[in-house]
């Protein structure tokens, strides 16, 4: 077998989701009651039997270093295996921060020849999908391509945020790209980029080699692939699979609220997803304890949690309490929340050790149509709260709110925080 | 705690556990949803700083090794710190199985001093509590003890399972009893014991039996420096069913001083496959949850009350399940009733059977002494047919099918064995988990 080594680029914030991104790069954020959404990538990776794996970080990347810990969750440990972070650093040759995908691969072209691979498998972080890399480069090979890309069909709503291909009709599989435009304005095909991109060796090297003009090249998307199809094989490739971006709240919403349902489109169960049970001590906390006068019903639920009240289709990460009286409804709790006597949640999205006080109310009343301040980011009715936060006891808060991490009792409006306002 | 090693006794057949016993060592039965009873010790030395721990095993030793591997998951790892597994071997010193606990401990005695253990900490790995050994060896070195016993006050009724003492005012053991019939006190020995290294080596060498209670505390307290350690904590021996599905049902009720969360007992989830890959748990939109402990990787359609479930446990629509430990990836079809059943890993329930009904009017027929008081224990990968009814104190043995069940005539205290001979899969299963 020839070799592949993945570069994973984990470094980007995505502003779109707010909060919730504020001290970590969007491949650490935590989804599905227990993952990272890194974990998703990196598990494929595994199941594909690609073992040596670099990660391209930058934003805030303490979180996903303590994630990635030795690799040891992956498997990927060894003297053959092994995942290195590799952070923007200064050295003779590079020394900036990575400006781009492009780039960042640059800088760090050092640690792709010593691995010395057959192929370089470069990767966004930040999707949710589970996908056979084997596959791929079997296509790859099959149509003697210099550069595959992988697509995924999307809806023309919402596809401008996408590189966009035009897939010549070769076989089921994909075929050779006509036409590649990142992010258009004008819509040219439902074929998107899921942003992974295989490199034969030789043509990586052309690329680094001929065409890096730093620090004016800085994407792949921009600034090489729509250079590069008039001078090597580029093809595209068809996934079919599920996938999901999560690059909105509303996204992000959804594809967490996929997994409850009876006949989930991410059947992560049949995944064989890995994450590190180190991170957030998941591996020390003890079965959830479930009291006399607890309610659960339609969700999911992992260790360390203490359940004395009612929870109802919400996605509880580990190390929750919620007590005695107190309703959570259609929300995602991360690590560590507590939710006391009394309080009402209704279509929450809060961050790590969030505290919400006794009989405090939160997501209650009509839909607001949207965020002031925000307008495009939060329309949808979830009330965001962020990392630390304090909600103060019988303080109401409406729909569509954001609220910044760290804000104590003395931060908040006395009695009510209206539809759509934002704490800052 | 540089100059103390611990010995972990973990041997015992633990046959009074019948069916969970049957194919594991008993330290390695399945406890508290995720955890196995040796655990609680192993967390116990890890919190308290000791670096070395000798394992003695003997009986079934797979499941055991297979759980405590590198001993990373109590960070018995690095360069000063290890968790070893030590069976019986051969040598010119050494050369037969261990006929008891202190001749598991003599023969194991150089693994002590390749360490240069000026004290030794002698465990058992059956026990469940949560007890910090280091002011327990303070006080050793303070009484300038030869044996320091911790020891705990029990109810005057349990005396007779229990090696007693009775004290001076300086917590000094002045006569000893093992397990007497007509005790003078209700002092328990809780099978936890400091020694000093020089002492130990002494007392082994002149021991006249093999047993580490009675040939060597019960006969130093009458010519040497034994003392008392008072410990007033939980602390529960869980060598028979009744006791285990007690204690376990202890982790339920608040005031029974089993504390998990404040315990943080480790366990190791890379035993057996993948018990750590699994995703959380499932609660469907019939789920009714009460007084329960449950671990991840489980779906619940129906209604679990006042019960544990470890891993993977599948409980389906218009289930029931009350008072009952459920052990790692149990099946529950649909409709079926549960009332104080200990089901061990992998057993099936089929649709609309109900288990544990009736009064426990007699004892199991087989194993009287073990199942008394309603419980049914249902062994491992036991399969039991959709509309079976099953009746209080039952045993149905590990690896029953469908047909054994179903031809056989069940009433209180029935007892099912497999008899078909068994399959060569079933024999290495058997030995594994």
């Given at each position: 077998?020839?070799?592949?080594?993945?570069?994973?680029?984990?470094?980007?914030?995505?502003?779109?989701?707010?909060?919730?991104?504020?001290?970590?790069?969007?491949?650490?954020?935590?989804?599905?009651?227990?993952?990272?959404?890194?974990?998703?990538?990196?598990?494929?990776?595994?199941?594909?039997?690609?073992?040596?794996?670099?990660?391209?970080?930058?934003?805030?990347?303490?979180?996903?270093?303590?994630?990635?810990?030795?690799?040891?969750?992956?498997?990927?440990?060894?003297?053959?295996?092994?995942?290195?972070?590799?952070?923007?650093?200064?050295?003779?040759?590079?020394s900036d921060w990575y400006k781009g995908t492009a780039d960042a691969v640059y800088q760090n072209m050092e640690f792709i020849s010593n691995y010395d691979p057959d192929y370089v498998l470069v990767l966004s972080g930040d999707h949710v999908y589970h996908m056979d890399y084997k596959k791929l480069i079997k296509f790859h090979e099959s149509?003697?391509?210099?550069?595959?890309?992988?697509?995924?069909?999307?809806?023309?709503?919402?596809?401008?945020?996408?590189?966009?291909?035009?897939?010549?009709?070769?076989?089921?599989?994909g075929g050779r790209i006509l036409r590649y435009a990142e992010k258009p304005s004008q819509f040219i095909s439902p074929w998107a980029s899921m942003t992974i991109y295989l490199f034969s060796r030789q043509a990586l090297n052309f690329v680094m080699d001929e065409m890096m003009k730093p620090p004016e090249t800085k994407h792949f998307g921009n600034d090489i692939f729509p250079v590069l199809l008039d001078k090597k094989r580029v093809y595209g490739y068809k996934f079919r699979g599920p996938w999901a971006y999560t690059r909105t709240i509303d996204e992000y919403w959804q594809t967490n609220m996929d997994i409850l349902k009876d006949k989930p489109t991410f059947d992560i169960e049949n995944w064989n997803v890995r994450t590190?049970?180190?991170?957030?001590?998941?591996?020390?906390?003890?079965?959830?304890?479930?009291?006399?006068?607890?309610?659960?019903?339609?969700?999911?639920?992992?260790?360390?949690?203490?359940?004395?009240?009612?929870?109802?289709?919400?996605?509880?990460?580990?190390?929750?309490?919620?007590?005695?009286?107190?309703?959570?409804?259609?929300?995602?709790?991360?690590?560590?929340?507590?939710?006391?006597?009394?309080?009402?949640?209704?279509?929450?999205?809060?961050?790590?050790?969030?505290?919400?006080?006794?009989?405090?109310?939160?997501?209650?009343?009509?839909?607001?149509?949207?965020?002031?301040?925000?307008?495009?980011?939060l329309n949808s009715g979830t009330t965001l709260v962020g990392k630390g936060t304090h909600i103060p006891a019988n303080l109401e808060v409406g729909k569509n709110c954001i609220i910044y991490p760290n804000k104590r009792e003395t931060d908040f409006p006395k009695t009510k925080m209206e539809n759509g306002r934002t704490l800052k | 705690m540089r100059d103390c090693v611990a010995f972990l006794l973990a041997g015992g057949m633990g046959s009074r556990l019948n069916i969970l016993a049957k194919t594991r060592a008993?330290?390695?039965?399945?406890?508290?949803?995720?955890?196995?009873?040796?655990?609680?010790?192993?967390?116990n030395i890890m919190h308290s700083g000791i670096n070395q721990v000798g394992i003695l095993t003997q009986y079934q030793p797979y499941s055991l090794m297979q759980h405590i591997r590198s001993g990373e998951a109590w960070d018995f790892i690095g360069?000063?710190?290890?968790?070893?597994?030590?069976?019986?071997?051969?040598?010119?010193?050494?050369?037969?199985?261990?006929?008891?606990?202190?001749?598991?401990?003599?023969?194991?005695?150089?693994?002590?001093?390749?360490?240069?253990?000026?004290?030794?900490?002698?465990?058992?790995?059956?026990?469940?509590?949560?007890?910090?050994?280091?002011?327990?060896?303070?006080?050793?070195?303070?009484?300038?003890?030869?044996?320091?016993?911790?020891?705990?006050?029990?109810?005057?009724?349990?005396?007779?399972?229990?090696?007693?003492?009775?004290?001076?005012?300086?917590q000094r053991i002045i006569d000893w009893q093992e397990k007497p019939e007509q005790a003078k006190n209700n002092l328990a020995s809780m099978g936890v014991y400091v020694i000093g290294m020089n002492y130990l080596e002494r007392a082994l060498q002149n021991a006249k039996g093999y047993d580490f209670a009675r040939n060597i505390i019960h006969d130093a307290v009458f010519k040497d420096r034994v003392y008392a350690y008072p410990f007033d904590g939980y602390w529960a021996d869980v060598g028979t069913l009744r006791a285990f599905w007690n204690s376990n049902m202890d982790i339920l009720r608040k005031e029974s001083g089993l504390?998990?969360?404040?315990?943080?007992?480790?366990?190791?989830?890379?035993?057996?496959?993948?018990?750590?890959?699994?995703?959380?748990?499932?609660?469907?939109?019939?789920?009714?949850?009460?007084?329960?402990?449950?671990?991840?990787?489980?779906?619940?359609?129906?209604?679990?009350?006042?019960?544990?479930?470890?891993?993977?446990?599948?409980?389906?629509?218009?289930?029931?399940?009350?008072?009952?430990?459920?052990?790692?990836?149990?099946?529950?079809?649909?409709?079926?009733?549960?009332?104080?059943?200990?089901?061990?890993?992998?057993?099936y329930f089929g649709a609309h059977s109900e288990i544990g009904i009736g009064e426990a009017s007699r004892p199991n027929e087989k194993f009287p002494r073990h199942i008394f008081t309603g419980l049914t224990a249902i062994g491992k990968a036991a399969q039991i047919p959709a509309m079976t009814k099953i009746y209080r104190n039952t045993i149905i043995e590990p690896f029953c099918d469908k047909d054994v069940i179903a031809a056989q005539d069940l009433h209180v205290g029935s007892y099912v064995k497999q008899r078909r001979v068994k399959s060569a899969v079933h024999l290495a299963e058997e030995n594994f988990n």
């Amino acid at each position: 077998m020839k070799k592949t080594l993945a570069m994973v680029l984990a470094g980007g914030r995505v502003e779109e989701l707010s909060v919730i991104t504020l001290f970590r790069p969007k491949a650490a954020v935590p989804f599905g009651g227990l993952y990272r959404v890194i974990d998703f990538p990196l598990s494929n990776l595994m199941n594909s039997g690609i073992d040596r794996i670099g990660i391209l970080s930058q934003y805030r990347s303490d979180s996903l270093i303590n994630h990635i810990g030795s690799g040891a969750a992956w498997d990927m440990i060894g003297s053959f295996r092994g995942i290195s972070m590799l952070p923007p650093m200064k050295g003779t040759r590079s020394s900036d921060w990575y400006k781009g995908t492009a780039d960042a691969v640059y800088q760090n072209m050092e640690f792709i020849s010593n691995y010395d691979p057959d192929y370089v498998l470069v990767l966004s972080g930040d999707h949710v999908y589970h996908m056979d890399y084997k596959k791929l480069i079997k296509f790859h090979e099959s149509v003697n391509a210099d550069l595959t890309l992988a697509f995924v069909k999307v809806p023309k709503k919402g596809a401008e945020r996408f590189g966009q291909a035009i897939i010549d009709d070769e076989n089921q599989e994909g075929g050779r790209i006509l036409r590649y435009a990142e992010k258009p304005s004008q819509f040219i095909s439902p074929w998107a980029s899921m942003t992974i991109y295989l490199f034969s060796r030789q043509a990586l090297n052309f690329v680094m080699d001929e065409m890096m003009k730093p620090p004016e090249t800085k994407h792949f998307g921009n600034d090489i692939f729509p250079v590069l199809l008039d001078k090597k094989r580029v093809y595209g490739y068809k996934f079919r699979g599920p996938w999901a971006y999560t690059r909105t709240i509303d996204e992000y919403w959804q594809t967490n609220m996929d997994i409850l349902k009876d006949k989930p489109t991410f059947d992560i169960e049949n995944w064989n997803v890995r994450t590190n049970l180190e991170n957030e001590h998941i591996l020390d906390r003890t079965p959830s304890l479930f009291g006399p006068n607890s309610l659960v019903q339609q969700s999911l639920i992992h260790h360390g949690c203490r359940i004395d009240g009612i929870v109802k289709h919400s996605i509880i990460f580990p190390g929750v309490h919620i007590e005695e009286g107190a309703v959570v409804e259609n929300s995602i709790l991360m690590f560590n929340a507590i939710v006391k006597k009394g309080a009402k949640l209704t279509q929450v999205l809060s961050d790590m050790k969030v505290v919400f006080g006794e009989n405090a109310h939160v997501g209650v009343g009509e839909l607001a149509a949207t965020n002031i301040e925000y307008p495009n980011l939060l329309n949808s009715g979830t009330t965001l709260v962020g990392k630390g936060t304090h909600i103060p006891a019988n303080l109401e808060v409406g729909k569509n709110c954001i609220i910044y991490p760290n804000k104590r009792e003395t931060d908040f409006p006395k009695t009510k925080m209206e539809n759509g306002r934002t704490l800052k | 705690m540089r100059d103390c090693v611990a010995f972990l006794l973990a041997g015992g057949m633990g046959s009074r556990l019948n069916i969970l016993a049957k194919t594991r060592a008993k330290p390695a039965v399945p406890f508290g949803g995720n955890y196995r009873i040796i655990d609680f010790t192993l967390s116990n030395i890890m919190h308290s700083g000791i670096n070395q721990v000798g394992i003695l095993t003997q009986y079934q030793p797979y499941s055991l090794m297979q759980h405590i591997r590198s001993g990373e998951a109590w960070d018995f790892i690095g360069r000063s710190r290890s968790a070893r597994i030590l069976p019986p071997s051969t040598g010119i010193n050494a050369s037969d199985w261990y006929r008891g606990t202190a001749d598991a401990v003599a023969q194991n005695l150089n693994f002590a001093k390749r360490f240069n253990a000026r004290q030794v900490l002698v465990l058992s790995g059956d026990h469940i509590y949560h007890m910090d050994y280091r002011p327990m060896m303070r006080f050793h070195k303070k009484r300038k003890a030869d044996i320091t016993v911790a020891m705990m006050h029990v109810p005057w009724k349990e005396t007779k399972h229990f090696g007693i003492a009775s004290v001076d005012g300086d917590q000094r053991i002045i006569d000893w009893q093992e397990k007497p019939e007509q005790a003078k006190n209700n002092l328990a020995s809780m099978g936890v014991y400091v020694i000093g290294m020089n002492y130990l080596e002494r007392a082994l060498q002149n021991a006249k039996g093999y047993d580490f209670a009675r040939n060597i505390i019960h006969d130093a307290v009458f010519k040497d420096r034994v003392y008392a350690y008072p410990f007033d904590g939980y602390w529960a021996d869980v060598g028979t069913l009744r006791a285990f599905w007690n204690s376990n049902m202890d982790i339920l009720r608040k005031e029974s001083g089993l504390n998990l969360c404040q315990w943080h007992v480790r366990t190791n989830l890379d035993d057996e496959g993948h018990i750590a890959d699994r995703l959380p748990t499932r609660f469907g939109k019939n789920a009714q949850i009460k007084n329960s402990l449950i671990s991840f990787g489980c779906s619940i359609e129906g209604q679990v009350i006042n019960s544990i479930l470890s891993p993977g446990v599948r409980i389906e629509k218009g289930d029931r399940i009350v008072d009952s430990v459920i052990m790692h990836d149990v099946i529950v079809k649909q409709n079926a009733h549960l009332t104080e059943v200990i089901a061990d890993k992998r057993a099936y329930f089929g649709a609309h059977s109900e288990i544990g009904i009736g009064e426990a009017s007699r004892p199991n027929e087989k194993f009287p002494r073990h199942i008394f008081t309603g419980l049914t224990a249902i062994g491992k990968a036991a399969q039991i047919p959709a509309m079976t009814k099953i009746y209080r104190n039952t045993i149905i043995e590990p690896f029953c099918d469908k047909d054994v069940i179903a031809a056989q005539d069940l009433h209180v205290g029935s007892y099912v064995k497999q008899r078909r001979v068994k399959s060569a899969v079933h024999l290495a299963e058997e030995n594994f988990n």
